[in-house]
């Protein structure tokens, strides 16, 4: 085999990442907005993990014209999972978990923002409450 020529490995792996690529895209990872009938866009998020081996062996061949005869094989594994929404209503986008084994601090961290609008909320509850109300003052008639 001369030093231009390839090895038959290359050829396996080559087409083994060309097939990779043609299954998973960024719509695979990133999908297509969904627009229900009240305006809300959904956008699933998944994770996708892959993998791939190849492997090989030149034979030694008893036939004078091939020196060594090439076997070899490759495989691949790929495996998607939905991990997320991301839901935008009326211009305010939330991201929607469906992991069902994050942990503690994870919670804690989503939750957050909710916690922070609910309290900044009952403050401006509080202070309309305060402004509107007007105080009476008591009348005494003189008679």
């Known amino acids: 085999m001369s030093e231009q020529q390839n090895h038959p490995i290359e050829g396996l792996m ?11 895209d960024v719509n695979t990872i990133v999908g297509n907005p969904i627009t229900t009938s009240d305006g809300t866009t959904i956008v699933p998020v998944s ?27 490759s495989g691949a594994g790929v495996s998607i999972t939905p991990i997320a929404f991301i ?11 469906i992991d069902s084994d994050s942990t503690t601090a994870d919670r804690v961290v989503n939750i957050v923002p909710d916690v922070i609008d609910k309290v900044s909320a009952l403050f401006k509850k509080d202070k309309k409450q305060k402004k509107s109300k007007v105080e009476e003052i008591p009348v005494i008639d003189e008679e």
């Open 87 to 97: 839901a935008v209503y009326k211009g305010e986008a939330k991201i929607l978990r």
């Open 14 to 24: 080559e087409t083994t990442m060309e097939k990779i690529k043609q299954m998973i």
């Open 47 to 73: 994770k996708v993990s892959y993998g791939f081996a190849s492997g090989g062996s030149d034979i030694p061949s008893k036939n004078a014209q091939n020196k060594q005869v090439f076997g070899g094989g």
